[in-house]
Every structure is written in C-alpha cells, then in structure tokens.
C-alpha cells in the first residue's frame, strides 16, 4: 500500500537556520505530493503541493521538490523564523484521487 | 469565504451524552471530509462525502454518525463514546483533491 516516511524530530534549530525536512514515499504510479502545517491549537494548512516529477512547489519562503527517483519530497527553508514553529506533515495522494495518506508528522521549535 | 469553520471548538462530554459537531464551507467545494487526530499523530481519515453522499466509511464505530444535510454542511453525530475517542476531530474540503484539502480548525472532544 501507500506510505509516507518523514523524521519525526522534534527538530530543533536557531533562528535564521537552515531547515530540511526529508521526506521519502512509497506508492503506485505517479501520486501527487503535499506538505502540510498545523501550528498549535490548529488545524492543517496547505503549505505547498507538487502534481508531477520535477515540480517545485513553493511558499512562504519553503521549497520542496518532486523527486521520482529517489521517491522523495524535502522541504527546505532557508532562514527559519520563531513563527515557523509548528507540526509538519508530508501527505501523499495516490493517482486515483481516492486515498490522501499523511506521514507522522515532524515537530519544528525555532528558538530566537 | 476561503474558510471552513467547525463548531464547536471544544467539547466536554460524558460516555452517556448525545451530541453533534458541525462544519461548514461557502466554497461550493464538491467533497468534505472527517478525520480524527489523536495527540502527536497525523489525521486519520473517518469519513468522506462526495456530492452529499457518502462514499468513504473507514470502518468507524457506529456511535460515530456522519451527516450531510447540504453541500456547504457536514455534521457528525456522537453517542455514547468512550474515553479514547477523545481527540481532535477535523473537517476538510476539497473541489478537487489534487488542489489540496482546506481544513477547520477541528473540535478538541475530550469524553468523561
């Protein structure tokens, strides 16, 4: 079946770090990739998406790009911010459109 | 309206107890969805609606009851719950799933 593998953290970094989160899948056919946010007391928010190998997906200053190859999706920030503080979740959903599977998340402290 | 919105926020109630958590979307958004989310764990997904059918039940237990009076509402019947079924239960939509899933801020149940 379909799975998602993230590090689970906690991560911890000082402000104006460089942030990876590595996140790796395993799934059937072409799935397209996700990576949510969900800060305390929260729900999840779209963070940003990728549909096909090779796409970068892009916002608020975090990159991730589709990689087939290495079945991958990292997201990458340049400088962190105490604001960016929160539970990461990379999330796949399977070519079909039927089956949205969610990693288990990757607990980020930024402190100033 | 870019927004779904849960009701209540949080919610106390005792293994005897009936009660109901609501979400709406003014999106015009085709599907929503149920997930429950247990501390330091990724969403679970409960229940799916599309077109205001149900189309997804992830066996969940049937003092879980899922209803959707119209394509902007989705309510979740509770009756006689456990105490493990305290968490925190979130409502999604979606026009297409590849676009990504918009979530509510969820409703933190806790059962007594």
């Known amino acids: 079946g379909n799975s998602v593998t993230q590090m689970e953290g906690p991560v911890t970094l000082s402000e104006e770090a460089f942030l990876t989160i590595n996140c790796t899948y395993t799934a059937t056919g072409y799935p397209s990739l996700f990576w949510y946010v969900q800060y305390p007391g929260e729900g999840l928010q779209l963070l940003l998406k990728?549909?096909?190998?090779?796409d970068k997906g892009s916002n608020k200053g975090f990159e991730a790009t589709y990689r087939k190859e290495t079945t991958s999706f990292h997201l990458e920030k340049g400088s962190v911010q105490v604001s960016d503080s929160a539970v990461y979740f990379c999330a796949l959903l399977d070519n079909y459109g039927q089956n949205f599977v969610f990693g288990p998340g990757t607990r980020l402290s930024v402190l100033p | 309206d870019t927004e779904v919105t849960q009701t209540p926020k949080h919610l106390v109630m005792g293994m005897t107890n009936k009660k109901s958590l609501k979400c709406e979307q003014h999106m015009g958004h085709r599907a929503m969805y149920w997930y429950k989310q247990k501390a330091k764990k990724p969403p679970e997904l409960m229940f799916v609606y599309s077109y205001e059918k149900l189309s997804i039940n992830e066996s969940v237990p049937s003092r879980f009851s899922p209803e959707c009076p119209n394509s902007s509402l989705l309510n979740l019947h509770l009756h006689a719950l456990q105490p493990e079924d305290s968490a925190l239960y979130l409502c999604?939509?979606?026009?297409?799933?590849?676009?990504?899933?918009?979530f509510g801020s969820g409703t933190r149940l806790t059962v007594v």
């Open positions: 999604a939509s979606s026009q297409e799933p590849n676009y990504g899933y918009t």
């Open positions: 990728a549909t096909k190998a090779d």
